[in-house]
């Protein structure tokens, strides 16, 4: 079976772009690592202050359930934090349809 993947990008005010980042290094990270059907994650942060989307976050699950069910009740906590007000996501689930 192939791995889903996740793709997740941000829109991150400039101003609170390390905030972001440590919010997502110190809880959403070991969050979702912790789970099972976690393959691996990948966030990219934009080098231009002036990008729409700073934040663009790639995982890899062992199936669309398993990321359902990572999207659990202490997820929900995590993303009710006042911190992330302002922080819009927008996520997806995506297949690879062609490789270079």
Sequence with gaps: MQPVT???IFAVPADRAEEFSAIWHDLFAPHFS???GFVSYRMHRATSPD???????VTLWESAEHIAAAHDERFRELVSRPELDGITAHPGIYEIISEG
């Design 6 to 8: 996740w793709i997740n």
């Design 51 to 57: 990008t729409r989307f700073r934040f663009v976050n």
């Design 34 to 36: 912790a789970k099972p």
